[in-house]
C-alpha cells in the first residue's frame, strides 16, 4: 500500500534538475572523461565556494571521507579519536579503518549533538582528534568546542554528512575545523545519484596530501610515481555532473525543509511531542525532523497503519554495535535512552503542507491513544 505521506521523496528532486543532469551526461559521454578531469574539477570548486573553504577534495563516499582525512593527518595506530555515540556507525567505523581507536562520548539530551562536557570527558592522553557531527544537520556549538578541542591540543574534525549548508553562527559546516566532511548518498540534503563524497579545508598541505590518498598515493601530475599506500576513492564525474546540477537547488530546499521544520514545532509546541531542540547560533538544515517519543514503538506502528512513514536514526548507538562494544568504555546514558526514543518524521523538501497537517494530527491521535491506554 502507498503511504498516505512517505518518509522522503527523491523522484520530485530529480524531476527538477533532470534537464541539466541530461545535459551535462550528454557532454560527458561525447567527451569519455569519467574519473576526474573538468566536471569533477568544476564541482569540487563549487563545492569548496559554496562551504566558504579554499579547496574540496572528491571522494568516493562519506566514510571514506573522514577515513582519508584521518589518514591524512598521519592519525592510525595508538591514536584515539573521540566521536559522539549518538551518530550513524560511519563516523566510528572511520576511525578503526584508519587503524586508529574510537573513544565514544555522549551527547546533550536537549540536542541530541556532542557538548564540550561530553569532549572533555572523553579526551585520554592517545588523544588525537574529535570528529564532530552534525547530526539530523543540525550544529553543537562549535565555538564551545572549538575552544575545547583547541586547549586539549587535538584537531577538530567535522563530520557534516547531514549538514549541507548548515551554518553555525553564519559560518559554514565544514569551514569551522581542521576539515570537514561530506556525503553525497542519494538521501541526504545534497544527494547524488550513487554514492559520493568530499572533503573541504582551508590547509592546502591538508588538500594536498587528500589528493594523493585518494588516488593510490599518486605523486601531483606523475601517473606512475606513488609517494604513499593510498585508496582508490575518486569522485567520478556522472556523479559531479548531478551534484552540480543539485547545488544550484541546495538553498532553496534547505529553506523548503526548514520552513517545514517550523510547522511541526509550532504544531507540537504545546505537547504531546517535542522535536529535537536546536542550538541557539546554529542555522539547521533538518536533514531529519527527529522527535522523541517514549513510547516510540507503539506510536511508530500506529503511524505506519495510519499510512505515515518515519524513521530511526539510530536504534542502536554506536558503542552498543557488535564491532564497537570492545572500545565501549562505559555508559553512555543519553545516547542510550535517545535510541530507545527518537523517531523521525517525513522530511523533504516537496513535503505539502497538507501532508505536514497529516503528519501532526496523526501524531496527536498515536501519542493520545497512548494516554487512554495508560489510564
Ligand atoms: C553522520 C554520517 N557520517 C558518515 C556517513 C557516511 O557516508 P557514506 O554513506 O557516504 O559513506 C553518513 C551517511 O551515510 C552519515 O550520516
Known amino acids: 500500500m502507498k503511504p498516505v505521506v512517505p518518509f522522503s521523496d527523491l523522484a520530485a528532486m530529480t524531476r527538477e534538475i533532470r534537464e541539466a543532469v541530461d545535459e ?6 561525447q567527451g569519455s572523461r569519467f574519473i576526474g578531469g573538468e566536471a569533477v574539477e568544476e564541482f569540487e570548486q563549487a563545492w569548496a565556494e559554496y562551504c566558504g573553504t579554499r579547496h574540496a577534495i572528491g571522494v568516493a563516499n562519506g566514510t571514506d571521507a573522514l577515513q ?28 578503526v579503518l584508519a587503524g586508529a581507536t574510537p573513544r565514544f562520548a555522549d551527547v546533550s539530551p536537549r540536542t541530541m549533538l556532542l557538548t564540550p562536557h561530553d569532549l572533555m570527558a572523553a579526551i585520554t592522553p592517545r588523544t588525537r582528534a574529535v570528529i564532530v557531527v552534525h547530526l539530523y544537520g543540525q550544529m553543537p556549538d562549535m565555538d564551545a568546542l572549538s575552544r575545547t578541542a583547541d586547549k586539549a591540543g587535538i584537531w577538530l574534525l567535522e563530520d557534516a554528512a547531514q549538514a549541507h549548508g548548515a551554518s553555525w553562527r553564519g559560518r559554514p559546516a565544514g569551514s569551522i575545523g581542521q576539515a570537514g566532511c561530506f556525503s553525497f548518498y542519494p538521501g541526504k540534503n545534497l544527494g547524488a545519484f550513487g554514492d559520493a563524497g568530499a572533503v573541504v579545508t582551508a590547509d592546502p598541505d591538508l588538500a594536498n596530501r587528500l589528493r594523493s590518498l585518494r588516488d593510490h598515493g599518486r605523486v601531483a601530475g606523475s601517473h606512475y610515481r606513488h609517494e604513499r599506500v593510498g585508496m582508490n576513492s575518486r569522485l567520478d ?90 572500545f565501549a568504555s562505559g555508559p553512555l546514558p543519553v545516547s542510550e535512552a535517545a535510541a530507545e526514543q527518537v523517531l523521525s518524521l517525513p522530511m523533504f523538501p516537496h513535503l505539502r503542507d497538507d501532508q505536514v497537517a497529516r503528519v501532526c494530527e496523526a501524531v496527536f491521535e498515536a501519542v493520545t491513544a497512548k494516554e487512554v491506554q495508560i489510564a
Open 68 to 95: 582519508l582525512t584521518l589518514m591524512a593527518l598521519g592519525i592510525g595506530p595508538g591514536d584515539e579519536v573521540v566521536v559522539p555515540s549518538n551518530t550513524f556507525v560511519a563516523s566510528a567505523e572511520a576511525v
Open 24 to 29: 551535462g551526461w550528454d557532454r560527458l559521454l
Open 237 to 326: 564525474a556522472l556523479q559531479a555532473v548531478v551534484l552540480m546540477a543539485k547545488l544550484a537547488r541546495l538553498d532553496a530546499w534547505n529553506e523548503a525543509r526548514r520552513s517545514i521544520a517550523a510547522r511541526y514545532q509550532a504544531a507540537f509546541a504545546s505537547g504531546p511531542i517535542r522535536l529535537v531542540e536546536d542550538e541557539a547560533g546554529a542555522r539547521g538544515v533538518y536533514h531529519l525532523a527527529v522527535a522523541r517519543i517514549p513510547d516510540r514503538e507503539r506510536v511508530r506502528q500506529q503511524l505506519t497503519a495510519m499510512g505515515i512513514e518515519t524513521g530511526i536514526h539510530y536504534p542502536i548507538p554506536c558503542h552498543r554495535q557488535a564491532p564497537y562494544v570492545r
